[in-house]
């Protein structure tokens, strides 16, 4: 029988009954009947964490992503075991895949301890599957890389190119504005998707995959590369090559995701103006290795990072299949080269510096990633907010909203909640004007909802056939980074905690100032005590199961929205 010193690999945490060489020959004997030899248990073991589910169509290529990988650990020399994990995909989950995230991240992260694997491939693409993973697998500990799923193909509608999702609501809006009838918006429908892959503009998926790749997480160039290109086959077949080699190291996440490595992740999300939940998720992934994404840090590095990436939704042409062309993510990071902290270690076991150097003078389509000389803004494309209203936070997506509406104090016009909003924003006797603001309330991570993508509140109907637009719209949730509009989200404290944006009544007086970084509610403190005195407990009756656990536990959007017990 083995030695201890021989305890990696398929004999790594064996269950311990008192006979350890009985344990050895027991999970050997079961092994062998999957019809492995004792040479291949012999080799370094790649776990693979294997998203694929048909409840997402995001991952239907993931079975020959698979093969590809395993095609690579195998050819490295190393035993491909493969291994579930929960799924999440965006529109198939109720109430939203936001409260699944942590879930995912804990199914990931004990099955990488508790199994025998030297290191693991995390295929992943899906918005939250990506941080799910990467936060999984930072707890978990052991060396680990992630295989991007990559964005689908734009398609065609009559002459226009549309893709998922910012033409989504593009023709939802002209839908509801009466500007297309019924007919229409059912043949857009089957337009809109139609290879697999995750959405394919610069929404959360594919900022998760910047942040992914920025952070070293990656194989260079890989972020971005198309769900059916065959250069993502070829990625999936050197990340397992790479795997093997990170299975006979000591090369572990928190070796490879530092707070210079998050400031790094925080400068391209800033480059490509990319998708808010980008900042919750960075934040996630940052605290389960005692980091911080802190927003006044954020808002610095925002001052000093140009948007660079004219990917829908910031311009109205390019969509991902056009960035992975112009250059993809290594074009980005050599224009902000003199900003990041070029000493972080990346997967390869190269340096970001290294890195860069290998690809001086690649290619670059300036129609689509701008150089830092000539920027597409010269500040970066999300900005934080404090003030009364949001004394813990809240973010704007500047770069995808209205500049005429930065400086605004206004009326606001209350929702109270989903249910109110759905039953009255399209009203005709709502009592709403353009120049009113729009709040919605407790629907933040503690909300009965979960904090879905709600940020984005549909302009009432009766002002969409005036022709509005954009108007400010502020809540507690979050929104698709496919959205675009002067939206203020992830305001903090919640609603449902008590915070400020619970004590909001319509008529009140609320001002942004994006130059001040303020967000204020504009109501003495005597008026607010008051109706703070008013507000209905939120205690959570009859709550069971993982929904108690996410009311119970969840942290606010500054801390990810993680569980207090998993970060460190
Ligand atoms: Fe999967 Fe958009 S729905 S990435």
């Known amino acids: 029988m083995a030695d201890k010193d021989n305890e990696r690999g398929f004999l790594r945490g064996l269950q311990t009954y008192g006979d350890r060489d009985f344990s050895i020959y027991m999970r050997r004997a079961f092994a062998k009947s999957m019809g492995y030899s004792g040479e291949e248990l012999a080799r370094p073991i790649v776990g693979i964490a294997f998203t694929h589910s048909k409840f997402n169509p995001c991952h239907r290529h993931f079975p020959e992503l698979l093969e590809a990988v395993k095609r690579g650990v195998t050819a490295a020399g190393g035993l491909a075991l493969e291994f579930p994990t929960i799924?999440?995909?965006?529109?198939?989950?109720?109430?939203?895949?936001?409260?699944?995230?942590?879930?995912?991240?804990?199914?990931?992260?004990?099955?990488?301890?508790?199994?025998?694997?030297?290191?693991?491939?995390?295929?992943?693409?899906?918005?939250?599957?990506?941080?799910?993973?990467?936060?999984?697998?930072?707890?978990?500990g052991k060396p680990a890389i992630q295989l991007i799923g990559g964005p689908q193909m734009t398609s065609r509608y009559k002459d226009d190119r549309v893709g998922a999702c910012t033409d989504c609501r593009k023709f939802w809006t002209e839908f509801r504005a009466g500007e297309i009838g019924k007919a229409e918006i059912e043949a857009v429908e089957g337009r809109l998707v139609t290879t697999s892959g995750t959405c394919a503009v610069m929404g959360t998926a594919s900022t998760m995959a910047a942040i992914a790749e920025a952070l070293g997480m990656t194989l260079p160039g890989t972020a971005a590369i198309p769900a059916v290109h065959a250069d993502r086959?070829?990625?999936?077949?050197?990340?397992?090559?790479?795997?093997?080699?990170?299975a006979r190291s000591d090369l572990t996440p928190d070796k490879i995701i530092t707070q210079a490595a998050v400031d790094n992740a925080v400068r391209v999300l800033l480059a490509l103006g990319g998708s808010t939940n980008g900042?919750?998720?960075?934040?996630?992934?940052?605290?389960?290795l005692g980091l911080k994404l802190d927003l006044q840090r954020l808002n610095e590095l925002s001052d000093t990072t140009p948007v660079l990436a004219a990917v829908k939704p910031v311009g109205n042409e390019f969509y991902m299949e056009d960035f992975f062309a112009a250059g993809g993510i290594g074009a980005v990071l050599r224009?902000?080269?003199?900003?990041?902290?070029?000493?972080?270690?990346?997967?390869?076991?190269?340096?970001?510096?290294?890195?860069?150097a290998a690809e001086e003078g690649a290619y670059v389509d300036r129609r689509v990633i701008k150089a830092a000389s000539a920027p597409l803004e010269p500040q970066g494309g999300?900005?934080?907010?404090?003030?009364?209203?949001?004394?813990?936070?809240?973010?704007?997506?500047?770069?995808?909203?209205?500049?005429?509406?930065?400086?605004?104090?206004?009326?606001?016009?209350?929702?109270?909640s989903l249910d109110d909003l759905g039953a009255r924003i399209d009203d005709p006797q709502l009592d709403v004007t353009a120049d009113d603001i729009l709040i919605l309330q407790n629907a933040g991570p503690r909300s009965a909802h979960g904090m879905p993508e709600a940020g984005f509140l549909p302009i009432p109907k009766k002002l969409l056939e005036q022709g509005i637009k954009d108007m400010v719209r502020i809540s507690d949730a979050r929104m698709s980074g496919t959205a675009y509009g002067t939206i203020v989200l992830h305001v903090a404290p919640e609603a449902a905690a008590g915070g400020p944006l619970a004590l909001v009544r319509t008529g009140d007086k609320v001002r942004l100032s994006v130059q001040e970084r303020r967000l204020d509610l504009l109501v003495d403190e005597a008026e607010l005590a008051k109706r703070r005195a008013t507000l209905a407990s939120n205690a959570d009756v009859g709550l069971r199961g993982y929904d108690k656990l996410f009311r119970e536990t969840v942290m606010q959007a500054p801390d990810g929205c993680d569980f207090e017990f998993l970060r460190r």
């Open 279 to 288: 900042v919750i998720h960075l934040a996630a992934i940052a605290g389960r």
């Open 233 to 246: 086959l070829r990625a999936a077949q050197a990340t397992g090559v790479r795997a093997v080699l990170l």
């Open 335 to 356: 224009e902000l080269r003199p900003l990041l902290n070029l000493d972080c270690m990346t997967i390869t076991g190269e340096t970001l510096r290294e890195r860069l």
């Open 382 to 416: 999300l900005v934080a907010l404090f003030g009364s209203l949001a004394p813990n936070g809240a973010i704007l997506k500047r770069s995808a909203a209205t500049p005429a509406l930065f400086e605004k104090t206004a009326r606001a016009v209350v929702f109270s």
């Open 87 to 140: 799924s999440l995909h965006e529109s198939t989950l109720a109430p939203n895949s936001m409260k699944f995230r942590n879930l995912m991240a804990m199914d990931t992260e004990e099955m990488i301890r508790a199994q025998p694997m030297d290191a693991v491939v995390l295929m992943g693409g899906c918005d939250k599957t990506v941080p799910a993973q990467l936060m999984g697998a930072a707890s978990a």
